[in-house]
């Protein structure tokens, strides 16, 4: 295997030759960069859990590059399952389903069910289908961190590792995929995503119903996640405009990069307006981007408007309220 040094681009041949030696490779799919080993590996594992600081108990997704393949990593996919395998494969969802008795546990954070996903990303598909096998895949970043949407992200986070880095630009869904289970005799999701709720009733005439306490434990599960250095504060407008008129009446050395469609004119010289879209697709496409630009430029929050609801706004609000620091600011 040739050695590519720490925290360094690689091709897919030398992915995966890493990936069948043991080691770990960063690749690219629609939704975020995951930290890829080899699912049947126990060390590989091993180190997936090592190099992000997770808790073991905490279950990693296993991409596959085919339906086909992905049944034979579960002991039986119900009609659900199968249909909404059917429909949003290749994509960004991941279902929940009774594992294979072959799957480690590991992957499974010790639980009899695992998630397993498609990735529509071309470059992951040639890497999956190369590899021939299930590579576990969390995102690509330090537990409870922001996620990573570029090949540069990756190398900022995990400097000193000796990490293979697949690059496959920029991810275009920018949010981590949407968790079903469908483990049980209901649907629910237990993670939003770019697959609505709404797509999954279109499809299947069943609205599925929330994480419970009773749900398998997923990858993204936590209360505080995916959250940058700068405090994430989500505002109405009216808290919004209170927000700049206390800005404006105080000196301290808080730095607000405000992230909202039509950003107000004349705003105190410690807020910076970076206009988004008010498309929730759109914005999720940005989201982790903005996270990173503002600690990379020293701000000390990051604010948005509160998402409207439904449709892959739940999916931004979660994120954002994941981030978010509740404190006065």
């Given at each position: 295997?040739?050695?590519?040094?720490?925290?360094?681009?690689?091709?897919?041949?030398?992915?995966?030759?890493?990936?069948?030696?043991?080691?770990?490779?960063?690749?690219?799919?629609?939704?975020?960069?995951?930290?890829?080993?080899?699912?049947?590996?126990?060390?590989?594992?091993?180190?997936?859990?090592?190099?992000?600081?997770?808790?073991?108990?905490?279950?990693?997704?296993?991409?596959?590059?085919?339906?086909?393949l992905?049944?034979?990593?579960?002991?039986?996919?119900s009609?659900?399952?199968?249909?909404?395998?059917?429909?949003?494969?290749?994509?960004?969802?991941?279902?929940?389903?009774?594992?294979?008795?072959?799957?480690?546990?590991?992957?499974?954070?010790?639980?009899?069910?695992v998630?397993?996903?498609?990735?529509?990303?071309?470059?992951?598909?040639?890497?999956?289908?190369?590899?021939?096998?299930?590579?576990?895949?969390?995102?690509?970043?330090?537990?409870?961190?922001?996620?990573?949407?570029?090949?540069?992200?990756?190398l900022?986070e995990?400097?000193?590792?000796?990490?293979?880095?697949?690059?496959?630009?920029?991810?275009?869904?920018?949010?981590?995929?949407?968790?079903?289970?469908?483990?049980?005799?209901s649907l629910?999701?237990?993670?939003?995503?770019?697959?609505?709720?709404?797509?999954?009733?279109?499809?299947?005439?069943?609205?599925?119903?929330?994480?419970?306490?009773?749900?398998?434990?997923?990858?993204?599960?936590?209360?505080?996640?995916?959250?940058?250095?700068?405090?994430?504060?989500?505002?109405?407008?009216?808290?919004?405009?209170?927000?700049?008129?206390?800005?404006?009446?105080?000196?301290?050395?808080?730095?607000?990069?405000?992230?909202?469609?039509?950003?107000?004119?004349?705003?105190?010289?410690?807020?910076?307006?970076?206009?988004?879209?008010?498309?929730?697709?759109?914005?999720?496409?940005?989201?982790?981007?903005?996270?990173?630009?503002?600690?990379?430029?020293?701000?000390?929050?990051?604010?948005?408007?509160?998402?409207?609801?439904?449709?892959?706004?739940?999916?931004?609000?979660?994120?954002?309220?994941?981030?978010?620091?509740?404190?006065?600011?």
């Amino acid at each position: 295997m040739p050695n590519t040094g720490p925290g360094m681009i690689v091709d897919v041949e030398q992915a995966v030759e890493r990936l069948r030696a043991g080691e770990l490779v960063a690749f690219p799919t629609e939704t975020v960069y995951g930290l890829g080993a080899d699912a049947l590996n126990r060390s590989a594992i091993g180190k997936v859990f090592s190099a992000k600081g997770r808790p073991p108990d905490h279950p990693l997704i296993v991409h596959l590059p085919n339906l086909d393949l992905a049944q034979k990593w579960s002991s039986g996919f119900s009609n659900s399952a199968l249909r909404l395998a059917t429909e949003f494969w290749p994509g960004p969802l991941t279902l929940i389903v009774k594992r294979a008795e072959f799957v480690p546990l590991e992957v499974t954070g010790g639980q009899e069910t695992v998630g397993l996903r498609v990735p529509s990303h071309p470059v992951a598909q040639e890497l999956l289908s190369r590899f021939g096998g299930g590579i576990a895949g969390p995102s690509a970043n330090r537990f409870g961190k922001v996620s990573s949407t570029s090949a540069d992200d990756v190398l900022r986070e995990f400097p000193d590792s000796n990490l293979g880095v697949l690059d496959g630009g920029t991810c275009v869904g920018g949010i981590e995929s949407t968790i079903v289970d469908c483990s049980g005799d209901s649907l629910a999701i237990l993670r939003p995503g770019l697959v609505t709720a709404e797509q999954i009733f279109e499809s299947l005439g069943i609205m599925p119903r929330g994480r419970e306490a009773s749900s398998p434990r997923t990858a993204g599960g936590h209360q505080t996640h995916y959250s940058p250095s700068a405090r994430v504060v989500i505002l109405s407008p009216v808290e919004l405009d209170i927000l700049i008129a206390k800005v404006a009446g105080a000196e301290s050395g808080n730095r607000y990069m405000l992230c909202v469609a039509g950003a107000p004119s004349g705003l105190p010289r410690q807020m910076k307006p970076v206009p988004v879209s008010g498309d929730p697709v759109e914005l999720a496409s940005r989201l982790y981007s903005l996270f990173r630009q503002a600690d990379r430029e020293g701000y000390s929050h990051i604010v948005f408007l509160q998402p409207e609801p439904g449709g892959v706004g739940v999916a931004i609000a979660d994120r954002l309220n994941r981030a978010a620091a509740r404190e006065e600011v």
